[in-house]
């Protein structure tokens, strides 16, 4: 089978859609399966292009036998609506313009910025090739929940978009439960649409000793902490948990938060304002680096601001924690949370709920026999989200596809 994909995030970006996107390639190439991805030249979250590229109309590479074309795009910070759709539109334009060229049997277009679907859409048209739209997030809605976008006209045309991209796909595969629920109550046929949820590369994310020379660096030898590693956007709730913070008198507990985004500034002056000495900021880490970070947390902390879009995601964080025995505060209801309940691994509280966060934090950081327990949940939670057999699980989709 020859299958081209398309996504506007690939490594050596190392946020959740580039990793998901790669680990499934490269099994599939290992399956006989001929892969050509189309994305962007890597500049996330920075809108930088990484050393070693650049931002060019059209040049190739292979990565672990995927065949990747990296195409021109406008190019710009993970900050700012109008820019950032600037810069998805770009790479749709530049990615139906290369795929033109791409001899494949089936097309598979990621969200979550519909463009990128919208690009799938139309090469699917003119190829007359099926097409599957991967569903990773709820957008517009997850930006009109967050007040990124508030022009009603804007936000009513994404959503009619939105549905036409649905109904054009030939399949849809989401990543939970809750977007499948949501999917088919809009109307979209229940027989179309399957789920494939994110997990962990258990040969990457798995259980290492602490990492005494960043423990040493950032002064946390003696420390107990939670760790927040990813996106700083509008949709996680950061504020929130800086506010919290403030309460916290222990001084053996401290908190580590490593990434970018929208609301990274915000929330470092905010820590700033407060004057938290229990706080550390980091900048990203590069991909490879991001288990050693894992390593030296005690928890691992994934918070999201309280929306019903929110209930119906799972944070690809959970999976990469539980493979490396972290234990899990979550500050997200819905599904993610039934998971983390189910196999014990780690403890939730409702979101933006002041209260359950406190007590959620001394917890899980003063009953070491608790915290045992949920080790072994971990452990349970991430055998059961190995990134390949999920990989397998999307491979028998695309040959259904493929035979249909």
Excluded at 14 to 32: D, F, I, L, M, Q
Excluded at 307 to 317: E, G, N, R, Y
Aim: charged share 25%.
């Amino acid at each position: 089978m020859k299958l081209l994909f398309l996504t506007d995030n690939f490594p050596p970006e190392s946020n959740a859609p580039a990793s998901r996107t790669y680990e499934h390639c490269k099994e599939w190439v290992k399956e006989g399966v001929e892969v050509t991805v189309i994305t962007c030249n890597p500049n996330f979250p920075y809108g930088k292009v990484y050393e070693g590229y650049k931002n060019r109309l059209y040049q190739r590479e292979v990565m672990d036998g995927i065949k990747v074309i990296r195409v021109w795009s406008y190019m710009t910070e993970n900050k700012g609506a109008i820019k950032r759709i600037l810069d998805y539109v770009s790479y749709a334009f530049s990615a139906v313009i290369a795929g033109l060229f791409i001899k494949t049997d089936l097309i598979i277009a990621t969200s979550p910025q519909l463009f990128t679907a919208l690009s799938g859409c139309i090469l699917a048209k003119i190829r007359r090739k099926p097409w599957i739209f991967e569903l990773r997030d709820l957008w517009p809605e997850g930006i009109k929940d967050t007040g990124a976008i508030k022009n009603k006209k804007i936000l009513d045309f994404l959503v009619k978009m939105e549905l036409c991209l649905y109904r054009k796909s030939d399949f849809v595969v989401t990543v939970s439960k809750g977007l499948k629920e949501n999917l088919v109550s809009r109307g979209i046929e229940e027989t179309k649409i399957d789920i494939v949820t994110n997990g962990a590369n258990l040969e990457l994310f798995k259980p290492i000793g602490k990492n005494k020379e960043i423990l040493h660096t950032l002064g946390l030898e003696n420390k107990f902490i939670f760790g927040y590693i990813g996106t700083h956007g509008l949709a996680h709730g950061l504020e929130f948990i800086i506010e919290c913070i403030k309460e916290i008198k222990n001084e053996r507990i401290h908190f580590l938060f490593i990434g970018t985004g929208a609301k990274k500034d915000a929330v470092v002056a905010l820590a700033e304002k407060l004057e938290l000495n229990n706080v550390t900021f980091l900048d990203p880490v590069q991909k490879s680096e991001v288990a050693d970070y894992i390593s030296v947390i005690d928890v691992a902390l994934i918070p999201l601001t309280k929306t019903d879009i929110h209930a119906s995601l799972i944070p690809s964080k959970i999976f990469e924690s539980a493979s490396m025995l972290k234990p899990i505060l979550l500050g997200v209801e819905g599904e993610a949370a039934a998971i983390v309940k189910r196999h014990n691994a780690g403890l939730v509280f409702e979101s933006e709920n002041k209260k359950e966060f406190l007590e959620g934090v001394e917890k899980i950081s003063s009953n070491d026999v608790l915290y045992d327990e949920l080790q072994k949940g971990c452990n349970e939670l991430a055998e059961e989200f190995d990134r390949k057999k999920l990989a397998s699980k999307m491979l028998k989709i695309l040959n259904k596809m493929k035979e249909s």
